[in-house]
């Protein structure tokens, strides 16, 4: 099951810390780029990107960014603002892990946290401001019957 998801079921607090890697492939640029319609040649051209002084072609920095939708959608969360700051390009085969740390949480479910994008190198990529709305209790149980069930219209169930 996937240990976001598990702690969201059970009620998540200020300073819960939620971590997600990925390692992101052109096949995933070609896939975002199909959905966004974003076809800036920084992302398929090597050419452009050398314009541009990257040392290759870079990912789209959304993708990037959503890592943080991984947490929030385990966790079922519904977004209300996102901010971020791109601060290094992310490079096909570039492993990022998103570190999410929740920084308030009102007594209606509004939450707020940072989120810090780092390369396996420890290179600092990203940083993101979010809000949003936490699970319920009324979401939470229906999020530990969904658990108790296997999770099975989750394909993450198994790791995180």
């Known amino acids: 099951m ?3 998801r ?3 079921a059970q ?3 200020v300073g819960d ?3 997600v890697t990925r390692t992101f492939t052109e096949d995933d640029m070609n896939k975002f780029a199909a959905v966004s319609r974003d076809y800036n040649p920084v992302h398929f051209d090597e050419r452009f990107a050398g314009a541009k002084s990257f040392r290759g ?3 789209h920095g959304l993708l990037v960014a959503s890592l943080v939708t991984e947490i929030g959608g385990q966790a079922g969360w519904l977004a209300l603002e996102m901010t971020f700051t791109f601060l290094k390009p992310v ?3 570039d492993t990022v892990t998103c570190e999410m740390t929740i920084t308030s949480l009102s007594e209606n479910g509004h939450i707020e946290g940072v989120a810090s994008y780092r390369k396996s190198d420890d290179t600092l990529v990203l940083k993101g401001h979010l809000k949003g709305i936490a699970a ?3 979401e939470q149980e229906v999020l530990r019957t969904m658990l108790d069930e296997g999770d099975i219209t989750n394909p993450l169930r198994g790791q995180g």
Do not use: Q
Request: net charge positive; charged share 25%; hydrophobic share 30%.
């Open 2 to 4: 996937s240990s976001i």
């Open 6 to 8: 598990a702690r969201s």
């Open 11 to 13: 009620g998540i607090k």
């Open 17 to 19: 810390t939620f971590r």
């Open 57 to 59: 072609r870079v990912c």
């Open 91 to 93: 490079y096909f085969g």
């Open 136 to 138: 319920g209790e009324p």
